[in-house]
């Protein structure tokens, strides 16, 4: 319950809308990228970004559209799986009796197993090739657009909130012998090369900013807690039925 708490957020007046929440993105000793993120529950409703570019320190600033939001699936996926896990607790008459060890611990599978799932959408990203960055939605919530050698990926990893902005520059035909498409990664190194739309680019600069959210830290760590208690019951029945098993006479 507690961990399902924290993905309905308090509301703010008597609309009932869920509270927005800004969150500034950084990293120390560098501000070749900030970000300031307004996320509203599952959505990212607003993201301002500016970018130094490092060959000639020119500035650039883009934001999200006003009509444009970008729901973050992690979350969304996250708060269905503890929901599903207390669906599955309480979708029985108020009197209803277990009959045996064996239905507790089938329960306690049940719920363990959407409990992991929605533990595991926050602390395993999704891992993306390059050309399923520069063909995804994202691209297209900005003014003014991204310009063709940015590309920009949000995610959820553990309780932070990330940004990764990446620098590209295009292959000539002549330097394309050694081509090597890259893989899905989480996070694309310098050097990694894609083709996209009969053009070929190598990654010149990566850039990644995060802050923590503290609402998904309580999330994680009550999964954490719900997963023990969970198991702990388990041993305890497991205890039991074999204490029950065993009659010498």
């Known amino acids: 319950q507690e961990a399902s708490h924290r993905f309905t957020l308090p509301t703010s007046g008597s609309g009932g809308a869920v509270r927005q929440e800004n969150f500034v993105l950084s990293t120390s000793g560098t501000d070749q990228v900030k970000g300031v993120m307004t996320l509203q529950g599952d959505a990212l409703c607003q993201a301002d970004v500016n970018l130094k570019m490092p060959r000639n320190n020119q500035l650039l600033h883009f934001a999200f559209r006003e009509d444009k939001q970008w729901k973050l699936q992690q979350i969304q996926d996250a708060r269905n799986h503890v929901n599903q896990a207390i669906y599955l607790l309480t979708n029985r008459d108020v009197n209803y009796q277990f009959k045996t060890g064996l239905e507790v611990l089938k329960l306690m599978d049940a719920v363990m197993l959407q409990l992991s799932r929605a533990r595991n959408r926050l602390t395993t990203p999704a891992t993306l090739t390059l050309p399923e960055i520069a063909s995804s939605g994202l691209t297209k919530m900005f003014t003014p657009a991204l310009p063709p050698d940015i590309l920009v990926n949000f995610y959820i990893n553990l309780n932070k909130l990330c940004l990764t902005v990446y620098q590209l520059h295009m ?79």
């Open 171 to 249: 292959l000539q035909p002549s330097t394309t012998k050694n081509f090597k498409p890259t893989g899905g990664s989480v996070l694309h190194n310098p050097g990694a090369m894609f083709e996209f739309g009969s053009q070929r680019y190598e990654v010149s600069h990566v850039h990644k900013v995060e802050c923590v959210v503290p609402w998904l830290n309580d999330a994680l760590v009550f999964f954490t807690v719900s997963l023990q208690l969970c198991q702990q019951l388990k041993d305890k029945i497991s205890v039991f039925s074999s204490y029950w098993n065993y009659r010498p006479y």
